[in-house]
């Protein structure tokens, strides 16, 4: 069994959708995606679980219903259960992922944008 | 209740010792840590879990008993339950690490090199 080196930028060199979050690990049952990012998402919750985003490229901008804050390179942040985001991007935004194997993209929203994870 | 944006070089330039990892955020039973890495550290596995290395800089050599693999900035692995492996680097390395709270860093081995996690 080899352990697998995984290249974030070679992997999201792979797609050019947006919003559709490729698996590239798994961590236990958690799910290890990149994802690129353009435009508005919709508002919606996670209800049973925490999210982290990590930006690889760009500047994700997440707002809240109180506040909004900027995620850039090198930088992450956790959005809590049960707490509405939005997030959103001027200019594509390259970031990884991570949370629990099966959950939803737009969580209780729903919509078109709701994407079922591929792996890459 | 704001959410925290995580600046991984701001959180490692607080801290300068080795192999003692620092938690800067929960994502729900797991910790999200960054650590300083220099020389060879135990080998060990942790049986009830995998876990994530994402390189944030230098290049990050793991030992398995059968192959290596180098990880760097940019790049992660997922080190599988039950695998026996060795961290080490020639030249500093920092890193992110995500596994379930309480584990402990020196797996089965324990040591010298052994730490409690400590928030940041």
């Known amino acids: 069994m080899t352990v697998d080196v995984i290249d974030l930028r070679s992997k ?40 982290l985003f990590l930006v690889v490229s760009g500047d994700l901008t997440i707002d809240f219903r109180d506040h909004r804050i900027v995620v850039g390179p090198g930088q992450l942040c956790i959005v809590p259960r049960g707490v509405e985001h939005r997030p959103r991007a001027d200019a594509e935004v390259t970031a990884l992922l991570i949370e629990p194997s099966g959950v939803v993209n737009t969580g209780d929203a729903g919509g078109e944008l709701t994407s079922v994870t591929q792996d890459l």
Chains 1, 2 share one sequence.
């Open 12 to 51: 999201l060199a792979q797609f050019a959708d947006h919003w559709a979050p490729r698996r590239v690990a798994r961590l236990n049952d958690y799910d290890v995606k990149v994802v690129r990012i353009l435009g508005d998402f919709v508002w919606h919750s996670h209800e049973d679980t925490d999210e």
